[in-house]
Nanobody
Framework: QITLVESGGGSVQAGGSLTLSCVGTGYIYSTRCMTWFRQVPGKEREGVAS???????TYTDSVKGRFTLSGDSSKNSLYLRMNNLKPEDTGMYYC??????????????????WGHGTQVTVAS
C-alpha cells in the first residue's frame, strides 16, 4: 500500500516563505510523476508543480519564479519551496503520485495516490 504524507503548511504574511514536504512510502516505482495540487473551496483543483523521473519539471504560470521543486528519490520525497507568497496562493495543498508513469503537460491525467493535504494560508 502506498501512502503520501504532506507537511510544512502554515500561515504566513504576504511575501513570506514556506516549504512543503511530501514523503511517499510503499512500493513506489522508479518511473513516477509526483505533483503538487492546490484547492480553494468553491474553485477547481489546480496543478501547481510537478516532477517526474525523466527530470521533467513543470510549474503553473502563476508560481513560476517563486516556487521551486526539489526531491530525494531515495526517500521518495518531493519538496516545494514557496517564496514571495501571495494571498492567492492560499489553499489546501495536496501531493499526488502517478506510479509507473511520467507526468503529462498541464497536470492532466490520472493520479492514483493522494495525500491528505496541508493548508497554506497567506494573509495580505
Amino acid at each position: 500500500q502506498i501512502t503520501l504524507v504532506e507537511s510544512g503548511g502554515g500561515s504566513v504574511q504576504a511575501g513570506g516563505s514556506l516549504t512543503l514536504s511530501c514523503v511517499g512510502t510503499g512500493y513506489i516505482y522508479s518511473t513516477r510523476c509526483m505533483t503538487w495540487f492546490r484547492q480553494v473551496p468553491g474553485k477547481e483543483r489546480e496543478g501547481v508543480a510537478s516532477f517526474d523521473t525523466r527530470g521533467l519539471t513543470t510549474y503553473t504560470d502563476s508560481v513560476k519564479g517563486r516556487f521551486t521543486l526539489s526531491g530525494d528519490s531515495s526517500k521518495n520525497s518531493l519538496y516545494l519551496r514557496m517564496n514571495n507568497l501571495k494571498p492567492e496562493d492560499t489553499g489546501m495543498y495536496y501531493c499526488a503520485l502517478r506510479n509507473g508513469g511520467f507526468c503529462y503537460s498541464s497536470f492532466t491525467g490520472t493520479f492514483t495516490y493522494w495525500g491528505h493535504g496541508t493548508q497554506v494560508t497567506v494573509a495580505s
